[in-house]
């Protein structure tokens, strides 16, 4: 089936290779970029200029960030696992986690188990503008997820100067994580790996208005113009195989 198909729209290097083994012909592989619904106000230049009006002592105490659905493949347990051995070697770190999900009753049993309920902090559901100043103070977002066709929540993070933290089975790993400059990746599932990637992350933040510059470069790319421009290239050049 995918063989004889026309054309298809996959995003990034990672989708490419999963239709690639699915048959599809690599010359019938558009690759629109992955963008982010960021508000029509938003501006790179503003965001930058937060970070050079930011106190000096913002990141040192280090928060870390989680943001999306509290669901079993978000590798939430594993986040847990990973902070749980932060801890003794950073006493004063904090996580905030954001969303909702089926995990949630799950989070707050593990969180009094691993005695870390003053340490951690479950937000719930907050739209974009109330995560704005949690990336602006956090010194990472992590994304452990087990499986994630894309995680566009990493777009989000970057595009406010954010670095990340993000497992192997995210799709936009390729093309957005640039180990120590825009952030760090690390093997889905391996605690240990993911704890001494959180470890690793916080040294971006001591020039942390360089590292947001690196983080909106490498982002910058990936806009919805740039998204529309790519899917009518696209369109235009399946058309094309019909006709």
Not at 153 to 181: A, H, K, T
């Amino acid at each position: 089936f995918f063989a004889r198909c026309n054309g298809f729209f996959g995003y990034g290097q990672r989708s490419k290779e999963y239709l690639m083994s699915l048959g599809a012909n690599e010359a019938n592989i558009i690759i629109p970029c992955q963008a982010a619904a960021l508000p029509h106000g938003y501006d790179s230049s503003e965001v930058l200029s937060l970070y050079g009006q930011q106190n000096s002592e913002t990141f040192k105490l280090p928060r870390f960030l989680y943001v999306g659905r509290l669901a079993p493949e978000k590798g939430l347990g594993d986040l847990l696992g990973a902070f749980s051995l932060v801890r003794p070697k950073i006493p004063s770190a904090c996580l905030d986690i954001i969303g909702a999900g089926s995990s949630s009753a799950e989070l707050v049993d593990q969180l009094s188990k691993l005695g870390l309920a003053e340490a951690v902090t479950l937000h719930g559901p907050i739209d974009l503008s109330g995560i704005v100043p949690q990336f602006l103070r956090s010194v990472a977002l992590v994304l452990p997820s087990r499986s994630e066709p894309w995680g566009l929540v990493v777009n989000e993070s970057l595009s406010y100067g954010c670095p990340v933290v993000v497992s192997d089975r995210c799709g936009c790993v390729p093309e957005l994580v640039i180990q120590g400059v825009t952030g760090f990746t690390f093997k889905a599932g391996d605690i240990e790996a993911l704890s001494e990637a959180m470890l690793a992350v916080m040294r971006l933040s001591e020039d942390r208005a360089s590292t947001a510059r690196q983080c909106i470069s490498v982002v910058s790319e990936f806009t919805a113009d740039s998204a529309a421009s790519r899917m009518l290239e696209g369109c235009t050049q399946i058309l094309r195989t019909v006709n």
